[in-house]
């Protein structure tokens, strides 16, 4: 009787286990509803293509596609077809049918792996989706892909050799297939890359001083919204906005605040957003509205470099080199005297200390582990390697800031189970690097 209870019990418990991957696999499944509501009801009605619609885990409204942690939906329109697209996956679902208020989407692509390409930039040209850039766990990429008409993501052009994301700063000129990226080569050091999807080339091109100093000076991120009848796009800082025009090399200014008063007004960083033509909607869930605001040309004046006090004044520009001459030495040599140079940290790293630091018994087992550095779904000879790989570099990036030879992410036996393995900070280490972060 016994062993017949424990057969049935594990019959029951590989049924239950079945399920569980059978909704797993659900997550991801071939079809997907769309219910139309209130924010995305005027997709419908727009005339011509509409370039992105995005939403965050803090406002979804495409609640029947699964999302893991910090992933944004979103949603492109061509002339002949609609798709969703997710950051940090290569998944392609397309519109095959709509019946009543329920559009129907299929997925289309063959992906086997995602998490490369988080915060990618992606874009339709021609009719072709693109994704282009973006991070994982080790390293930033500089690819270019496009989506096949065999339902795959391939390089259009080799690898470029700098990170690219949609952190840059970056503009898209949709009719010519031209993207321009600034990227950062290192501190205070900037480029600006031309990549032309037409002719499958990239190259550098010349960078204004009026973008670095009306732009890259500002120590903020700010969202980045490109209209459709622009290749410039507009950035919203939290106290002001302008208009970048990287393929002109021109920075202009709102000849008001209009502008910024709706950004602020419907919190857009939290809200879901679209752009149609010369049009900006907004529709912000707290406040159960759907609003949108006429953004044309003759709102922005150009910010005149050359007629700017730092071109009038020679005294003011002496006094303003010395002064950052000075910054810069000061920080230098703070920077070398305290030993925390995080540049070579990416920020996959300093989320692990981050966690480490943070957790009561500053300590976290294998399996956390893994699902940090997105290794659950892997083999264990694969989980192995590329565990003691990431923790070899971190260690060794830390033993050169704190210039030491002691380990500082060290591996120690549980207290409760000694035949268990789990990972935590070097005591000896801990407080400087809670100070530092």
């Not at 219910?35 to 992105?52: A, E, M």
């Not at 956390?368 to 192995?384: A, D, F, R, V």
């Amino acid at each position: 009787m016994f062993g017949y209870y424990c057969i049935s019990n594990k019959k029951i418990w590989l049924l239950k286990l079945f399920t569980f991957f059978v909704s797993i696999i659900s997550l991801h499944a071939q079809e997907i509803n769309y219910r139309i509501g209130s924010f995305n009801n005027r997709i419908l009605v727009q005339n011509g293509p509409i370039k992105n619609i995005y939403s965050s885990p803090k406002q979804v409204y495409l609640d029947s596609l699964f999302l893991k942690k910090d992933q944004v939906q979103e949603f492109i329109k061509t002339s002949n077809a609609n798709y969703i697209v997710t950051r940090g996956t290569g998944f392609v679902y397309r519109q095959n049918q709509q019946i009543d208020s329920i559009w129907k989407f299929s997925r289309i692509d063959s992906t086997q792996f995602d998490g490369y390409n988080f915060d990618d930039i992606k874009f339709a040209y021609h009719d072709t989706l693109f994704s282009i850039g973006g991070f994982g766990f080790w390293r930033n990429n500089g690819q270019v892909r496009y989506f096949t008409e065999n339902k795959e993501w391939e390089l259009l052009i080799p690898e470029i050799p700098y990170g690219i994301s949609r952190r840059n700063y970056w503009n898209l000129d949709a009719l010519k297939g031209l993207l321009y990226v600034i990227i950062n080569i290192k501190e205070l050091e900037y480029k600006l890359i031309k990549i032309d999807l037409s002719n499958r080339t990239w190259s550098f091109e010349k960078l204004p001083d009026v973008i670095l100093s009306e732009v890259l000076s500002i120590n903020e991120n700010p969202m980045q919204v490109q209209l459709n009848n622009e290749t410039g796009s507009l950035l919203c800082f939290s106290n002001k906005i302008v208009y970048l025009n990287l393929q002109e090399g021109i920075v202009k200014k709102p000849n008001n605040d209009k502008l910024l008063n709706f950004v602020n007004k419907y919190k857009i960083r939290d809200a879901s957003y679209y752009e149609a033509g010369n049009k900006l909607f907004v529709f912000n869930d707290n406040l159960i509205s759907l609003d949108s605001i006429n953004v044309e040309k003759n709102d922005f004046k150009l910010i005149n470099y050359n007629t700017s006090i730092y071109k009038n004044s020679w005294s003011l520009i002496i006094l303003c080199s010395l002064i950052t001459i000075i910054i810069v030495s000061i920080l230098y040599r703070y920077k070398k005297k305290k030993k925390q140079d995080w540049i070579d940290l990416n920020e996959f790293e300093k989320e692990l200390l981050k966690i480490l630091t943070n957790k009561k018994g500053r300590f976290i087992d294998i399996e956390s582990l893994n699902y940090i550095l997105g290794l659950s779904k892997k083999s264990p000879e694969i989980q192995k390697k590329n565990r003691s790989e990431f923790l070899n570099k971190l260690n060794q990036k830390l033993k050169e800031v704190f210039n030491t030879d002691d380990t500082v992410i060290i591996r120690v036996k549980d207290e409760e189970d000694k035949r268990v393995f789990v990972y935590q900070l070097n005591l000896a280490y801990f407080e400087k690097i809670e100070e530092l972060l």
